[in-house]
């Protein structure tokens, strides 16, 4: 399975922007996809992930409210949606998947396929 993501750039504080992930090369079930992100400075950490059956998984609490997470209208992709952004948001923006179907398991398990992420920068 092939992941690409795109979407990132540099926006301002409290603004919004939707990421999205391309994924490609399954034959059979879609994968769970997941959103993950890596500040500067720090580990990279999981954000959301949906599953095969669009149940989604949160990781930090504070994400929720600001982050969503859905079905793209393009086959086969996987967006998030970045409300209010702040500073902090900044970070290489990644999408996954260990190619099973469970949401809670990709955001808390260990990703085996990678896009090759999206840099936001949020600055005034």
């Known amino acids: 399975v092939q992941l690409q993501a795109s979407g990132g750039g540099l926006v301002q504080p409290g603004e919004s922007l939707t990421l999205s992930c391309k994924a490609s090369g399954f034959t059979l079930n879609r994968p769970a996809i997941g959103w993950f992100r890596q500040a500067p400075g720090k580990e990279r950490e999981a954000v959301s992930c949906l599953s095969t059956n669009n149940d989604i998984t949160f990781v930090p609490d504070f994400v929720k409210g600001r982050f969503t997470v859905s079905r793209g209208k393009a086959k086969n992709t996987v967006e998030l949606r970045i409300d209010n952004l702040t500073p902090e948001d900044t970070a290489v923006y990644y999408c996954?998947?260990?190619?099973?179907?469970?949401?809670?398991?990709?955001?808390?398990?260990?990703?085996?396929?990678w896009g090759q992420g999206t840099l936001v920068t949020v600055s005034s």
């Open positions: 996954a998947t260990d190619l099973g179907q469970a949401s809670y398991a990709l955001c808390h398990g260990r990703p085996t396929n």
